[in-house]
């Protein structure tokens, strides 16, 4: 089945840039995905990448895709402290009934 | 904007009580998703359900039950809470159009004691 894989955690310093990464296993994947995970909530969904995309950009966030490799990144520039979560990469499963796949989530670590 | 509602944030319940998680989304789409989340082994999906009193099991779907008897409502019935089942729960929907992005509530927490 489909697997997607994530390091567990991640440590930076406030004001540098973030890169968490992703890779997955379904060659048929149409939509990429991130979450954010704050302490005690839900996730919620940062932003999307359709296959077909090598790129998105969306504000301080940097989405980068290589199809070839499987491999997806969440790129966060001028990293907060707010920015402290856990980030969930997911992918769509394309074998039907829009069920999607996440992987454990990593934990991203600001320090002040 | 998009809103998914959970009817408890926290929740305590005794080993052997029936349990209902209810969950209500208002942006009209026709998926709903249950998943538990334990620490080191993310999100695991439950059931969902793409309409109206349809259901499909998850990767975990023993010692649940789902009803979807509304569009915009999805219920999880546990039917005879158990320890093992101490974890948070999350609901989402996603529209069968779009980029099928999932919309979480934020999370029920359930301890069975």
């Not at chain 1, 994530?6 to 997955?24: A, H, K, M, P, W």
């Not at chain 1, 402290?81 to 600001?110: M, N, P, R, W």
């Not at chain 2, 082994?41 to 975990?60: A, H, N, Q, T």
Request: net charge negative; hydrophobic share 30%.
């Amino acid at each position: 089945g489909e697997d997607v894989e994530q390091s567990l955690f991640l440590s930076v310093r406030e004001g540098d840039s973030s890169v968490i990464n992703c890779t997955y296993t379904d060659s048929s994947s149409t939509y990429l995905y991130w979450y954010k995970q704050e302490p005690g909530a839900g996730l919620q969904l940062l932003t999307y990448i359709f296959s077909n995309m090598d790129m998105k950009q969306d504000q301080r966030l940097t989405v980068l895709l290589n199809k070839k490799d499987k491999h997806l990144s969440l790129r966060i520039a001028d990293t907060q402290t707010g920015d402290s979560a856990i980030y969930f990469c997911a992918e769509f499963d394309s074998g039907g009934y829009q069920k999607v796949t996440f992987g454990t989530g990593t934990k991203l670590q600001v320090i002040p | 904007d998009v809103k998914v509602t959970q009817s408890s944030r926290y929740l305590v319940k005794r080993t052997g009580e029936k349990v209902f998680l209810e969950c209500v989304q208002d942006m009209d789409h026709e998926n709903m998703f249950w998943y538990r989340q334990d620490p080191g082994l993310g999100l695991r999906l439950i059931y969902f359900s793409y309409d109206v009193k349809m259901k499909e099991k998850g990767d975990i779907p023993e010692g649940y039950s789902v009803s979807r008897e509304k569009k915009e409502r999805f219920s999880l019935i546990l039917e005879s809470a158990s320890t093992n089942q101490t974890s948070m729960y999350l609901c989402a929907s996603s529209s069968s159009e779009g980029g099928y992005e999932q919309y979480f509530g934020p999370g029920t927490r359930l301890t069975v004691t």
